[in-house]
């Protein structure tokens, strides 16, 4: 993704610094500083499993009713599984980053992404705080030393800006992410090892925040899946410091639906950069589901195809096994009759209404899947109920980087 | 699988024929014929896109309340996603069938494997029928040759018998099976690319084999996965040819519950017969998931690890990366305390009530998982619920395997 040159929301300052926590030696510990305590909405993974940070990071929203001054994320260890002391260990952050920060502990937002159930080395990461300090700045080049502390697997940091402007005032907003594997977010009323921090400096009340970021997380990070593990780690995060001035409650309908596009569309860009960067992924699928009866069965089914091995390793070679599909489709559990599915790929139908397309050229097909990006339509009849989800191959090189990962 | 050199059920004769219909050459059309009329049960898959030959067989079940007399499969081609042309070639074999097998067209029970939403070549299914004919043989290599026929991309034989005696009678039973790709077989109260087969020469009603069936399946086909896709075709059918002159209803509890446990016996060898010859399979890996409220719990959670690709992948490497089946466990959408949960691999604890076991050893693990087939125990608490599940790791050989299939 080509980095936007937009000018980054005013009242953050960010930086990352090198920990140890990372084998590679690169920088892992990623560091954003409020300059006042910021609005804060966060969505948590679904997981019944969280890791220490999720569970301090819940408490310490509720116990501020969303006021976040600094996040400290680190790369390289999830701190998950690690029992009453991974607690301890997130907490310790907390309370070592509110002396330097200068804030209260509950004002800092812990998050770690990395490897499950080994303890996370704590004092290489508070020992690295004074440095990230030291580094802060409100500069692209600050936000994108963060962006790419944050990164495991991932090969390219992924980043996302957007600028609203009107005569009298301006909004910016400010988004990155990590994720490339165990993506199949599932972000909940409070979702993670996909994290996404946003930022604006629009000025808007904690509640009013959470209620524009779950429609923008519904049609972005969850409506999209690499493998359909969903990590024990994932965290959506968004903050707004109101260095703008602007107040979410006296601008007019038109800017709060302008923000609202284009919150959209950089969490769309992010999540897009995700399945892009997806672990050996070599092409990007848009299942567009439709004629269900609601949304909610069509997203079923779009999961059930987008999980499906067969399916993703058809896709790896171009492969026009549309059978695939249409099996992955009827074993979700969602009623249907074969006989009113139709299915394209890439713009060129394959099945109708039950049967081959008549005039079926696979070979046609088949050039239209060796693009990197296509989009699989398979409408079910005349319900309402859509689904757009984007997902990718299943490539010998997913399994590559899954089988040698930690040993 | 050693085959094992039993009696086999009086009262069928096998056979098997090259048709023409596999690419290979190979043998592709199966028959298996009984003297009478035989008693019959089935359990179709739940997908809700079903293939001709189930909806056809379902219909000549119903028809004939569980009386068949000639079995025909073929092998190459699932005749499914075919439309009306598909029901009507299902159709026409049985009628064919009828006429050379002397029996009325719905004691025809028709079943096809192979690949979907292409026609079914029926002339030359009806035309190599004469053939099967002439060479129908109650012998073992007879049985043996319909066991290899119905083969895909399985690459052996599978094929399980039993014998049961006392003093004054005997019935015995033969099983063979194909499926090593799209395994995830979900078998409905009336189940397929797994195709099983079961014979015996025991008297007994439909509805009472019906019983039988059932929790044999239950235990065994639908509680293993290599991919997790339920196919469109997935069939288990038993026949019973009464040839023993032993029945059901009056032989003693204790016959009965030998023939439950042999019928047991004969499944589980065939279900792990799958596993074991699933596509690109290097470890066959038993879960054993207790301590949850139900049965059904159980087998939820068993579900989402097997088809993890993460944990699949890890598997593939004998990686100890338990962090994975933990995080797989936690999607699964059964409510558990982390705390609680206890894990062990080949037998040594490496996680143990919410932390890493205190002696984990992760290079003892990692030794543990380079036997083909070893057990992962996930234990939940002290609730009743529990399931075994069998399935298997995700190599480069079964993305290769894939994504080569029909292009």
Redesign the interface.
């Known amino acids: 993704m080509p980095s936007i040159r937009k000018e980054l929301p005013r009242g953050f300052r960010w930086a990352a610094v090198k920990a140890g926590i990372k084998a590679s030696g690169r920088t892992d510990v990623a560091v954003a500083v409020a300059d006042r305590a910021a609005s804060a909405a966060v969505m948590f ?6 890791a220490a940070p999720v569970t301090v990071g819940r408490r310490n929203m509720a116990a501020t009713q969303g006021r976040v001054r600094a996040l400290v994320v680190n790369a390289g260890n ?1 701190n ?4 009453p ?1 991974g607690i301890q260990v997130a907490e310790q952050t907390c309370g070592r980053a509110g002396e330097i920060f200068d804030c209260p502990a509950d004002q800092v937002f812990p998050s770690s992404t990395g ?5 996370l080395p704590v004092e290489k990461l508070t020992a690295a705080l004074p440095n990230a300090q030291s580094r802060l700045a409100n500069n692209q080049a600050a936000a994108e030393d963060f962006a790419t502390a944050i990164m495991t697997t991932d090969t390219k940091m992924k980043v996302s800006q957007a600028s609203l402007e009107d005569a009298e005032s301006s909004v910016r907003i400010f988004g990155c992410c990590k994720g490339a ?2 993506i ?1 977010p ?1 972000l909940g009323p409070p979702h993670a090892t996909m994290l996404v921090y946003l930022f604006t400096d629009l000025h808007i009340e904690p509640a009013d925040l959470r209620a524009l970021l779950e429609p923008a997380v519904e049609a972005s990070f969850n409506s999209i899946s690499v ?6 780690n994932d965290t959506v995060l968004i903050l707004a410091s109101g260095a703008s001035g602007v107040r979410w409650d006296s601008v007019q309908r038109s800017f709060q639906d302008e923000f609202c596009n284009e919150l959209q569309r950089v969490c769309n860009e992010l999540a897009h950069a995700v399945i892009d960067d997806g672990e050996g992924v070599t092409h990007v699928v848009t299942l567009d589901v439709s004629g269900l009866p609601d949304d909610t069965a069509a997203k079923i089914i779009a999961k059930s195809i987008a ?4 399916c993703k ?2 896709w ?9 599909i ?7 559990g ?3 009759a ?2 009113n599915v139709t299915i394209t790929i890439g713009g060129v139908r394959v ?1 109708d209404h ?3 397309d008549a005039g079926y050229d ?1 070979a046609a097909v ?1 050039e239209k899947m060796q693009q990197r990006e296509y989009t699989i339509a398979i409408d079910f009849g005349s319900g309402p109920g859509r689904s757009k989800f984007l997902t990718c191959d ?3 090189e ?3 980087i ?6």
Not at 45 to 50: M, P, S
Not at 307 to 310: C, E, N, R
Not at 316 to 324: I, Q
């Open positions: 993974t679904k997981n019944q499993v969280v999830a998950c599984a690690t029992g002391q490897i499950i159930g080994v303890p594997g165990m199949g599932q493998d359909g593990d969903t990590s024990t999980h499906s091995p067969l390793t058809a790896s070679s171009a492969d026009p096994n549309w059978g695939r249409l099996c992955a489709a009827g074993y979700a969602v009623p249907f074969a006989e099945f039950g049967m081959r696979e088949h299943l490539t010998v997913y399994v590559h899954n089988a040698d990962y930690s040993t």
